[in-house]
Structures are given as structure tokens and as C-alpha cells.
């Protein structure tokens, strides 16, 4: 009986205790996650199409036309008539108020020459390149 008492406490006393190297263990992995070195990748900048609101992607700028008719006057938006050497004061009230307006220049097919280049040259003096739109017959 002895004997097996001899062995149970020489096992007893076998244990390892393994805390120390856990310890240790959980040191150098701090060490080396601190000491790293991160590297910053450059990559594609990517853009959102949120930035770009949807209703200025959608929406057309505002249009002033200017239609030249065969009778010498020339018809503001289809609403007024005026003559053609007032197109400067009507183009530049318009840009003031819409600085990124469009002026369009029509021309009917049977008007003046010198009446649609009385128009264009008001407009142009008005600090705005106009598109021009010539009707046919």
C-alpha cells in the first residue's frame, strides 16, 4: 500500500503549471502588434453619386428664346414683342437672373438678314454667346 501511495503523490507533484508561459506568450504578441508596421495602399478615389444631387443632372438650364419674325420684331419667350435693337437690356435682365440661362436665337425663314444679325450682335454685347436656330420654309 505504500507503494501506490508513492505514485499517486509523484504524479501529484508532475503538474506543470503553464501561467508564466501564457504570460509570456501574450506579451510578445502585444510587443509584435505594436511594433508593427501598417502599410497605407493607395487606391482608386471613389465618388459617390450622392454628391451630385439628381436635379442638376436632370434639369435642363433655363432658356431665353429670342424668336426673329418676318415682320422685324422679335418675340421674347412667346409672350412679348420688342424691337431688335432692345435684345441687350432683355438678355442681360435675364443672365442677371439666371446666370447659367441659355439665350436661343430663332430666325423665321422669311425674316431680314440684317434684323437676325441686329440680334445676335445685342446679344453678344450682352456678354452671351446665343445658340441660333434657323426655320426652314
Given at each position: 500500500m505504500a507503494r501506490a501511495r508513492r505514485v499517486t503523490s509523484q504524479q501529484e507533484d508532475a503538474e506543470v503549471n503553464i501561467t508564466p508561459?501564457?504570460?509570456i506568450v501574450f506579451i510578445l504578441l502585444i510587443f509584435f502588434i505594436v511594433?508593427?508596421?501598417f502599410l497605407q495602399e493607395e487606391g482608386i478615389g471613389l465618388t459617390s453619386p450622392e454628391e451630385?444631387?439628381?436635379?442638376?443632372?436632370?434639369?435642363?438650364p433655363p432658356t431665353l428664346t429670342l424668336s426673329v419674325q418676318s415682320d422685324g420684331f422679335v418675340r421674347?419667350?412667346?409672350l412679348r414683342l420688342?424691337?431688335?435693337?432692345?435684345v441687350k437690356l432683355v438678355v442681360e435682365e435675364f443672365t442677371a437672373r439666371?446666370?447659367?440661362?441659355v439665350v436661343l436665337v430663332s430666325a423665321a425663314p422669311d425674316a431680314r438678314a440684317a434684323i437676325t444679325v441686329t440680334v445676335l450682335?445685342?446679344?453678344r454685347q450682352a456678354g452671351v454667346e446665343p445658340a441660333v436656330a434657323l426655320q426652314k420654309q
Open positions: 508561459l501564457l504570460d511594433t508593427a508596421t451630385n444631387p439628381p436635379e442638376q443632372q436632370t434639369k435642363p421674347v419667350d412667346n420688342i424691337d431688335a435693337r432692345s439666371e446666370p447659367r440661362g450682335d445685342e446679344a
